[in-house]
């Protein structure tokens, strides 16, 4: 049911992590990682975003508020005024583009902030009805659309995302840089390559 209203106010999430912010749903509730029997995904049972921080009440709340707001008109005027002239932003840290309507809005605001890089992880791409729009994004100059494999050491179809068990990425995979400093971040390490379109596979050490 699509709410009515013209007062949305996303709020964003600002991952430590991250040269910039997020805006992000609650893990679980909208992600794909359930297998048709009911087992979740390897990667998708290890999620990080059930732990830690993300139990947090105000992490919670703020996720939840983001559910009912993105479906209020005016929300995607609001998050372009929002994400304005950042440099880089990036579409969930937690939770996944779940339904069409919503990710019709994010490409309306991808659009709408050519000066931005976004970046948007999904799994979303083992379902054929999002194929069209998850690719519509992928063609902006501005956006990259990475699919996350849903097994270790498991290598995603075309550009996307891996998380590794062995010591080194696989031949062919962009290592996260993040994880070689030892704050643990994109900005100290100076690598931005999952928002760049060249960059076709970041591997990510499993922790």
């Known amino acids: 049911m699509t709410l009515i209203a013209t007062d949305a106010a996303p709020k ?10 997020s805006w992000s749903l609650q893990a679980g509730d909208t992600c794909p990682g359930k297998k048709v029997e009911g087992e ?3 990667v998708c049972g290890d999620c990080y975003a059930q732990r830690g921080r993300y139990e947090f009440a105000n992490v919670v709340d703020l996720r939840a508020h983001n559910r009912e707001d993105w479906q209020k008109d005016g929300w995607v005027e609001a998050m372009t005024k929002l994400i304005g002239k950042r440099k880089y932003f990036r579409w969930f840290d937690s939770g996944d583009v779940y339904s069409l ?14 000066n931005t890089r976004h970046w948007l992880p999904t799994r979303m791409g083992r379902f054929a009805k999002f194929a069209p729009i998850l690719e519509k994004m992928d ?4 956006a990259v659309v990475r ?3 849903f097994g270790y050491d498991t290598l995603p179809n075309g550009t996307g995302s891996m998380v590794y068990t062995s010591q080194s990425a696989p031949d ?6 993040a994880y070689m400093t030892a704050s643990g971040t994109c ?15 970041i591997g990510y050490p499993a922790h």
């Open 147 to 149: 699919h996350s494999a």
């Open 101 to 114: 309507a919503l990710a019709e809005k994010i490409f309306a605001v991808m659009a709408a902030t050519p």
């Open 40 to 42: 979740l995904d390897p």
């Open 12 to 21: 964003l999430s600002n991952p430590s992590k991250m040269p910039g912010k």
């Open 187 to 201: 900005r100290k390490a100076g690598c931005f390559a999952c928002w760049d379109k060249d960059t076709k596979i």
């Open 139 to 142: 063609s902006l100059p501005n």
């Open 172 to 177: 062919g995979v962009h290592a996260c840089q």
